[in-house]
T-cell receptor, first 116, second 112 residues
């Protein structure tokens, strides 16, 4: 398996622009998570899905952030409009609920977002 | 806010030495996980220890858990330069969603 695949790896955008981050989880995994990592705040959970359904989005910082999972193999995190303080590394992770205790989460390589 | 907090924030050792990192948390947990993050990469799951376990081994890794002190330690024996990375603990609080909360990590540098 290729693991969790995120795209793009790097994104530089101007303030006010829309940004879309993409994630392909591991086939068969039923949980998908979006995290944001910054030096100041560490690793923060933004939202997670179970069987394509959003379960908890309380970590989404503002209405400018939205996430979707239209099917089991694809998820997007959208920021509209983007602001400089959104600059961070965004990680997608997936897991198989019944195997969480054995294998934990599998993380993608992340998208480094820079908003100028 | 972080449930688990790692200590020290940074650790620098020579190859062959042992590295010990600690994690403290605030509330009762179901389990505690340790992850490694190499520079520019995602986190990689290392080991999970359940709240009813006290010690667990995996290769050169040894994890202990003291629920009375709400703390855990990760020991890497005979460290290698390739162990250079950041190490995170993640805990999920009892009565919660079973979704772990990560600490800020310990940055380990192993000098060859």
């Amino acid at each position: 398996d290729a693991g969790v695949i995120q795209s793009p790896r790097h994104e530089v955008t101007e303030m006010g622009q829309e940004v879309t981050l993409r994630c392909k989880p591991i086939s068969g995994h039923d949980y998908l998570f979006w995290y944001r990592q910054t030096m100041m705040r560490g690793l923060e959970l933004l939202i997670y899905f179970n069987n394509n359904v959003p379960i908890d989005d309380s970590g989404m910082p503002e209405d400018r952030f939205s996430a979707k999972m239209p099917n089991a193999s694809f998820s997007t995190l959208k920021i509209q409009p983007s602001e400089p303080r959104d600059s961070a590394v965004y990680f997608c992770a997936s897991s198989l609920g019944t195997q969480l205790y054995n294998y934990g989460y599998t993380f993608g390589s992340g998208t480094r977002l820079t908003v100028v | 806010s972080q449930q688990g907090e790692e200590d020290p924030q940074a650790l620098s050792i020579q190859e062959g030495e042992n590295a010990t990192m600690n994690c403290s948390y605030k509330t009762s947990i179901n389990n505690l996980q340790w992850y490694r993050q190499n520079s520019g990469r995602g986190l990689v799951h290392l080991i999970l220890i359940r709240s009813n376990e006290r010690e667990k081994h995996s290769g050169r890794l040894r994890v202990t858990l003291d629920t009375s002190k709400k703390s855990s330690s990760l020991l890497i024996t005979a460290s290698r330069a390739a162990d250079t990375a950041s190490y995170f603990c993640a805990t999920d609080a009892t009565g919660g969603s079973y979704i772990p909360t990560f600490g800020r990590g310990t940055s380990l540098i192993v000098h060859p």
